[in-house]
């Protein structure tokens, strides 16, 4: 009995048949009446039945979806309360390694639910507008005329909204192929209610999920596994072209620029290379793809288009009369050369940029863009030489041709390897090759992949709940960055290899040891007369790529006036895949540091390591212990063995946790710092705190801490301390004081600053008052540096001004082991600061 003969003419089926386990094995499966059989089993098989539904239902449930979700994008108020998208992370998502070649076709009436159809393709046409929710979906309609839900769960265009694009990315009639197809009935797209963040009621729906974007294969009409077949048509199926002619090449050049008119960018790509499978040759439909691949990011595929179209030209040129192939071709020729070289800077193979820069300034002498561009790529060739930059452009921001900003060359030192830590059990790390000084500089790069959203305004917000890790995730630019590697693996294959070798969790063995040139980007070099060719796309992977070695850029941020704080990250608008950086494991507390300028991630030393010890970053920067603790835990990474960690379980659980009811110490030192947040035209004013209940309150805090713990590891304190400091100078700046009063309060002042920055680790001061650097690392490395500047600016008051230049000297050294760079920079970088306190002599 095959499982056809289960079907009935109301579309009834079973998900098991008798071949099928369990039954193939069971006692019942002997029977040889199928009526017999039928009649036995009725009870067992009722849960196992489905019935397709309704082709005209199916397609208006989804059309009052599509027009929901419409008005959505266009900005319409929906009834009811705003949503979030929730997008699950989780192990073994499937994708298919076998070519659709070696695939059988099945149809949509003999798949099973929650079931993976392996060694089989599904083909289907697009019968309704497709809809962006957590996925792309639409409805799919086979051979034989019935219908179903398709969703891709991880489709690269994800960040086009429902409308008139995404309609022209998933045309009604399109044909395509799904690989080893998982058909499954779960609850629909997962919806949260923002106001009580609940999740809405939703229903069970069947559909076929594909997990892998690779698993998707588009066809032609004239495509053979289509020609040969013969197509149901329903009365209630829209229009549908299925035998469409091909495009011209014209044709296509023409839909694409208006698309490309409308900014489209997605949907105009993909008419140029309609209109390239007609005409591969077509110079002018190179030259608008690869300016299409530009603006998209898409690097790789716009250098080969850059490289079809300047070979044609030339070989067009060679051919004719010089003068006259020179007037006729002048304007696609400079076209190709600047096409040629931004790819080339977006893929930064900086001596591959500037060898085609040369070649296009010397074409085109009096072209200001080739003069600008050739300087430009000269400074990257240098800066990914010698590893000096031009760090004061790069605090400033300073714009750069072609109306970029902080665009510079990856650097990394030759001072570290890759090795086995000697900490960690032997796993994959980075480790000392030589000695190395505080302050050096040891990695400057740009993202591998990234996803920067603060040009969009994406609604609803999407969040990421990881449930390897066991955490949810708000940001969005988190949540997209898996489909921007997706999106990156498209265009350039070779970056699947250069994935694959970065940490994924514990579910993935252990990273191959390799050199660090293996973390190389793959650059323009190449064969860019054949693609190459797709590769097949693990999700779960990225999805642990993205949980294990991305960051999420936090740009540094230093106030008017102080103290310095990080930018604000509730809504962080920027995530990505940093290659060398993510090599580095962890400790909470690191002997390197690292900061974000924009998207430039630079890790420096911040103390003297030795050859063979390992270099660490810290993952969860300014984390309470029971934080980081859990993080870490959820990580898989282990216990820290770090010293801060060792120091502070020392102290009993219960005054680890007692910390958080102290979290007014930091708003009230910005208050008396003149920092605090403006609410409602005026500066946010805490509950008032005396000076008397500030330092009882301290003592108290003092007295909680094991008597075996450093003075030098407990940071809890530095606001205390701060706090102290500052409302000792608010007496000064009161009211009418004595002299002799205002000097020892503006004492006392300076005294609890030298106070915060020794319980952070700093040992840089002596007993006679005199400031010289003497140890690092120390913790909040750069709110040190703002009671360093303070202490230069209450010495100066005092007219002290030879310990003012001492604790000027201090505070540069503190600069250059975190920021680098020297006086210029740090009078670039803390100049509001510098100019309210009337510092800026002391540095220049």
């Given at each position: 009995?095959?499982?056809?003969?289960?079907?009935?003419?109301?579309?009834?089926?079973?998900?098991?048949t008798k071949n099928d386990p369990p039954l193939k094995n069971h006692?019942?499966?002997?029977?040889?009446?199928?009526?017999?059989?039928?009649?036995?089993?009725?009870?067992?098989?009722?849960?196992?039945?489905?019935?397709?539904?309704?082709?005209?239902?199916?397609?208006?449930?989804?059309?009052?979806?599509?027009?929901?979700?419409?008005?959505?994008?266009?900005?319409?108020?929906?009834?009811?309360?705003?949503?979030?998208?929730?997008?699950?992370?989780?192990?073994?998502?499937?994708?298919?390694?076998?070519?659709?070649?070696?695939?059988?076709?099945?149809?949509?009436?003999?798949?099973?639910?929650?079931?993976?159809?392996?060694?089989?393709?599904?083909?289907?046409?697009?019968?309704?507008?497709?809809?962006?929710?957590?996925?792309?979906?639409?409805?799919?309609?086979?051979?034989?005329?019935?219908?179903?839900?398709?969703?891709?769960?991880?489709?690269?265009?994800?960040?086009?909204?429902?409308?008139?694009?995404?309609?022209?990315?998933?045309?009604?009639?399109?044909?395509?192929?799904?690989?080893?197809?998982?058909?499954?009935?779960?609850?629909?797209?997962?919806?949260?209610?923002?106001?009580?963040?609940?999740?809405?009621?939703?229903?069970k729906v069947s559909r076929i999920r594909v997990e892998s974007p690779?698993?998707?294969?588009?066809?032609g009409a004239d495509d053979q596994l289509v020609s040969e077949l013969?197509?149901?048509?329903?009365?209630?199926?829209?229009?549908?072209?299925?035998?469409?002619?091909?495009?011209?090449?014209?044709?296509?050049?023409?839909?694409?620029?208006?698309?490309?008119?409308?900014?489209?960018?997605?949907?105009?790509?993909?008419?140029?290379?309609?209109?390239?499978?007609?005409?591969?040759?077509?110079?002018?439909?190179?030259?608008?793809?690869?300016?299409?691949?530009?603006?998209?990011?898409?690097?790789?595929?716009?250098?080969?288009?850059?490289?079809?179209?300047?070979?044609?030209?030339?070989?067009?040129?060679?051919?004719?009369?010089?003068?006259?192939?020179?007037?006729?071709?002048?304007?696609?020729?400079?076209?190709?050369?600047?096409?040629?070289?931004?790819?080339?800077?977006?893929?930064?193979?900086?001596?591959?940029?500037?060898?085609?820069?040369?070649?296009?300034?010397?074409?085109?002498?009096?072209?200001?863009?080739?003069?600008?561009?050739?300087?430009?790529?000269?400074?990257?060739?240098?800066?990914?030489?010698?590893?000096?930059?031009?760090?004061?452009?790069?605090?400033?921001?300073?714009?750069?041709?072609?109306?970029?900003?902080?665009?510079?060359?990856?650097?990394?030192?030759?001072?570290?390897?890759?090795?086995?830590?000697?900490?960690?059990?032997?796993?994959?790390?980075?480790?000392?090759?030589?000695?190395?000084?505080?302050?050096?500089?040891?990695?400057?790069?740009?993202?591998?992949?990234?996803?920067?959203?603060?040009?969009?305004?994406?609604?609803?917000?999407?969040?990421?709940?990881?449930?390897?890790?066991?955490?949810?995730?708000?940001?969005?630019?988190?949540?997209?960055?898996?489909?921007?590697?997706?999106?990156?693996?498209?265009?350039?294959?070779?970056?699947?290899?250069?994935?694959?070798?970065?940490?994924?969790?514990?579910?993935?063995?252990?990273?191959?040891?390799?050199?660090?040139?293996?973390?190389?980007?793959?650059?323009?070099?190449?064969?860019?007369?054949?693609?190459?060719?797709?590769?097949?796309?693990?999700?779960?992977?990225?999805?642990?790529?993205?949980?294990?070695?991305?960051?999420?850029?936090?740009?540094?941020?230093?106030?008017?006036?102080?103290?310095?704080?990080?930018?604000?990250?509730?809504?962080?608008?920027?995530?990505?895949?940093?290659?060398?950086?993510?090599?580095?494991?962890?400790?909470?507390?690191?002997?390197?540091?690292?900061?974000?300028?924009?998207?430039?991630?630079?890790?420096?030393?911040?103390?003297?390591?030795?050859?063979?010890?390992?270099?660490?970053?810290?993952?969860?920067?300014?984390?309470?212990?029971?934080?980081?603790?859990?993080?870490?835990?959820?990580?898989?990474?282990?216990?820290?063995?770090?010293?801060?960690?060792?120091?502070?379980?020392?102290?009993?659980?219960?005054?680890?946790?007692?910390?958080?009811?102290?979290?007014?110490?930091?708003?009230?030192?910005?208050?008396?710092?003149?920092?605090?947040?403006?609410?409602?035209?005026?500066?946010?004013?805490?509950?008032?705190?005396?000076?008397?209940?500030?330092?009882?309150?301290?003592?108290?805090?003092?007295?909680?801490?094991?008597?075996?713990?450093?003075?030098?590891?407990?940071?809890?304190?530095?606001?205390?301390?701060?706090?102290?400091?500052?409302?000792?100078?608010?007496?000064?700046?009161?009211?009418?004081?004595?002299?002799?009063?205002?000097?020892?309060?503006?004492?006392?002042?300076?005294?609890?600053?030298?106070?915060?920055?020794?319980?952070?680790?700093?040992?840089?001061?002596?007993?006679?008052?005199?400031?010289?650097?003497?140890?690092?690392?120390?913790?909040?490395?750069?709110?040190?540096?703002?009671?360093?500047?303070?202490?230069?600016?209450?010495?100066?008051?005092?007219?002290?001004?030879?310990?003012?230049?001492?604790?000027?000297?201090?505070?540069?050294?503190?600069?250059?082991?975190?920021?680098?760079?020297?006086?210029?920079?740090?009078?670039?970088?803390?100049?509001?600061?510098?100019?309210?306190?009337?510092?800026?002599?002391?540095?220049?």
């Amino acid at each position: 009995m095959d499982s056809t003969s289960y079907i009935g003419s109301n579309g009834f089926r079973p998900i098991l048949t008798k071949n099928d386990p369990p039954l193939k094995n069971h006692p019942w499966a002997s029977v040889d009446n199928s009526a017999l059989l039928s009649c036995s089993l009725v009870a067992y098989l009722v849960t196992f039945y489905r019935t397709f539904q309704d082709v005209e239902t199916l397609l208006q449930t989804e059309d009052d979806l599509h027009q929901q979700e419409l008005r959505r994008a266009q900005g319409s108020k929906e009834v009811g309360q705003p949503l979030t998208w929730r997008l699950l992370a989780y192990d073994g998502k499937h994708f298919s390694t076998r070519p659709l070649q070696e695939l059988e076709r099945i149809e949509l009436g003999d798949m099973m639910w929650h079931k993976i159809h392996y060694g089989r393709y599904l083909l289907v046409r697009i019968v309704s507008r497709p809809t962006r929710i957590t996925s792309i979906r639409f409805i799919g309609q086979d051979p034989s005329g019935r219908a179903e839900l398709i969703e891709l769960q991880t489709a690269v265009d994800m960040l086009v909204e429902t409308g008139p694009e995404l309609d022209a990315l998933y045309p009604m009639g399109s044909l395509l192929a799904i690989r080893e197809p998982h058909y499954v009935r779960c609850l629909d797209e997962d919806t949260i209610n923002d106001s009580h963040r609940k999740r809405i009621k939703l229903t069970k729906v069947s559909r076929i999920r594909v997990e892998s974007p690779s698993d998707v294969v588009w066809l032609g009409a004239d495509d053979q596994l289509v020609s040969e077949l013969t197509w149901t048509s329903l009365p209630v199926c829209p229009t549908t072209e299925t035998d469409a002619q091909r495009l011209t090449a014209e044709q296509a050049k023409s839909i694409g620029d208006g698309r490309l008119d409308k900014g489209w960018l997605m949907a105009a790509e993909r008419a140029y290379t309609e209109g390239l499978t007609v005409d591969s040759k077509h110079i002018v439909l190179r030259l608008d793809r690869a300016h299409c691949r530009i603006r998209l990011s898409r690097f790789r595929g716009a250098f080969v288009d850059g490289e079809h179209a300047l070979r044609g030209l030339l070989d067009a040129m060679r051919a004719e009369e010089p003068a006259r192939a020179n007037m006729a071709h002048s304007d696609l020729l400079q076209k190709a050369y600047h096409w040629l070289v931004l790819a080339s800077i977006g893929l930064r193979d900086w001596s591959v940029a500037h060898e085609h820069c040369t070649a296009f300034a010397e074409r085109f002498p009096d072209c200001a863009p080739a003069l600008d561009l050739l300087a430009f790529t000269q400074a990257r060739v240098d800066e990914a030489r010698t590893g000096v930059y031009d760090w004061p452009s790069i605090f400033r921001g300073d714009l750069q041709p072609g109306g970029t900003r902080n665009v510079v060359a990856d650097w990394v030192s030759p001072s570290f390897k890759v090795g086995r830590s000697p900490t960690l059990g032997g796993i994959r790390g980075v480790i000392a090759d030589r000695t190395i000084e505080p302050g050096e500089l040891l990695v400057v790069c740009k993202p591998f992949i990234s996803v920067d959203l603060k040009d969009r305004d994406l609604r609803p917000v999407t969040e990421v709940v990881n449930l390897s890790v066991q955490q949810c995730f708000p940001e969005m630019a988190y949540a997209y960055l898996v489909r921007a590697m997706v999106d990156k693996i498209k265009d350039e294959p070779r970056a699947s290899d250069i994935l694959n070798r970065l940490y994924a969790g514990p579910k993935y063995s252990d990273p191959e040891l390799v050199d660090l040139s293996a973390f190389k980007l793959p650059g323009a070099l190449g064969d860019t007369e054949k693609e190459d060719e797709p590769r097949d796309v693990d999700v779960s992977r990225l999805e642990g790529v993205r949980a294990f070695s991305s960051f999420a850029t936090r740009s540094a941020v230093i106030n008017e006036t102080l103290p310095f704080k990080y930018g604000r990250y509730g809504d962080q608008l920027c995530s990505g895949v940093y290659l060398v950086p993510s090599l580095f494991n962890h400790a909470c507390f690191a002997n390197v540091s690292w900061v974000f300028w924009g998207d430039i991630m630079v890790l420096r030393s911040r103390q003297t390591i030795s050859p063979g010890e390992e270099l660490k970053i810290t993952y969860l920067p300014g984390r309470s212990l029971v934080r980081r603790t859990k993080l870490i835990g959820n990580l898989e990474i282990g216990l820290c063995d770090c010293v801060l960690c060792k120091e502070k379980r020392l102290d009993p659980p219960n005054r680890r946790t007692m910390w958080s009811d102290y979290v007014w110490t930091s708003a009230y030192d910005e208050y008396i710092l003149g920092v605090a947040e403006i609410e409602y035209g005026k500066m946010h004013r805490p509950k008032r705190r005396t000076l008397k209940k500030v330092m009882k309150m301290t003592r108290s805090i003092e007295s909680t801490y094991d008597p075996r713990r450093s003075p030098s590891f407990m940071p809890e304190l530095f606001r205390f301390y701060n706090t102290l400091s500052g409302l000792h100078m608010n007496k000064v700046t009161g009211g009418m004081k004595d002299p002799v009063e205002t000097l020892l309060l503006m004492e006392q002042a300076i005294y609890w600053k030298k106070r915060a920055l020794e319980c952070c680790g700093f040992k840089g001061i002596e007993s006679d008052g005199r400031g010289t650097m003497t140890s690092s690392p120390f913790t909040y490395e750069t709110r040190c540096m703002s009671v360093g500047l303070s202490i230069v600016s209450i010495l100066d008051s005092m007219d002290r001004k030879e310990d003012a230049q001492r604790w000027a000297r201090v505070v540069l050294e503190m600069h250059d082991i975190v920021f680098g760079g020297g006086k210029e920079t740090l009078v670039v970088l803390w100049r509001g600061p510098l100019d309210s306190m009337n510092l800026l002599p002391y540095f220049s």
